[in-house]
T-cell receptor
Framework: GESVGLHLPTLSVQEGDNSIINCAYSNSASDYFIWYKQESGKGPQFIID?????DKRQGQRVTVLLNKTVKHLSLQIAATQPGDSAVYFCAENIGGGADGLTFGKGTHLIIQP | GAVVSQHPSRVICKSGTSVKIECRSL??????MFWYRQFPKQSLMLMAT?????????EQGVEKDKFLINHASLTLSTLTVTSAHPEDSSFYICSARGFGRVGTEAFFGQGTRLTVV
């Protein structure tokens, strides 16, 4: 079945640099996308979301970009800090959040000192 | 943000026994709760959706008789793994969405690590 996919399983960046985590999705009917951060042994933590009627949304140090033409989603983290080390998942939904989420495979972000 | 609490955070049980996991929304009423399962170094997979006062809806491939879900109140959903086997060992995570938060994020619990020996 269709699912949200992953571009890179591990991303290593220098502390202070910007991080870009990518995600591909295949279900063109998806209209709601969320990025989550998961630390080891914990549940997912909401970072930022975006609806399909937008192509960019900014939060504190994070930006999500949505390209519906190529079904691509990205998370940009500015000035990466050690506390940003975690696995990041994109998730998709149809119906604006009414149903359960389909998660991507995750990217492990490693911060180099 | 809203708080969703799971209990227990870790549980070890013997093969063949049943285990109950609780998911509570602490500061809002959850009309819908979702149960996910996550194997090591893998993503979360939706198991079922439960709405308060009605039967849960299970995803394809998830045995409803093995994973019993009860959502009897607006603040509590339970997942019971019946006749657990080692292959049921996993990280189980719930999320909840409720009044005033329709159509937006669901909040996740901290997860329950189940180990069946």
């Amino acid at each position: 079945g269709e699912s949200v996919g992953l571009h890179l399983p591990t991303l290593s960046v220098q502390e202070g640099d910007n991080s870009i985590i990518n995600c591909a999705y295949s279900n063109s009917a998806s209209d709601y996308f969320i990025w989550y951060k998961q630390e080891s042994g914990k549940g997912p933590q909401f970072i930022i979301d975006i609806r399909s009627n937008m192509d960019k949304r900014q939060g504190q140090r994070v930006t999500v970009l949505l390209n519906k033409t190529v079904k691509h989603l990205s998370l940009q983290i500015a000035a990466t800090q050690p506390g940003d080390s975690a696995v990041y998942f994109c998730a998709e939904n149809i119906g604006g959040g009414a149903d359960g989420l389909t998660f991507g495979k995750g990217t492990h972000l490693i911060i180099q000192p | 943000g809203a708080v969703v609490s799971q209990h227990p955070s870790r549980v070890i049980c013997k093969s063949g026994t049943s285990v109950k996991i609780e998911c509570r929304s602490l500061d809002f009423q959850a009309t819908t709760m979702f149960w996910y399962r996550q194997f090591p170094k893998q993503s979360l997979m939706l198991m079922a959706t439960s709405n308060e006062g009605s039967k849960a809806t299970y995803e394809q491939g998830v045995e409803k008789d093995k994973f019993l879900i009860n959502h009897a109140s607006l603040t509590l959903s339970t997942l019971t793994v019946t006749s657990a086997h080692p292959e049921d060992s996993s990280f189980y995570i719930c999320s909840a969405r409720g009044f005033g938060r329709v159509g937006t994020e669901a909040f996740f619990g901290q997860g329950t690590r189940l180990t069946v020996v």
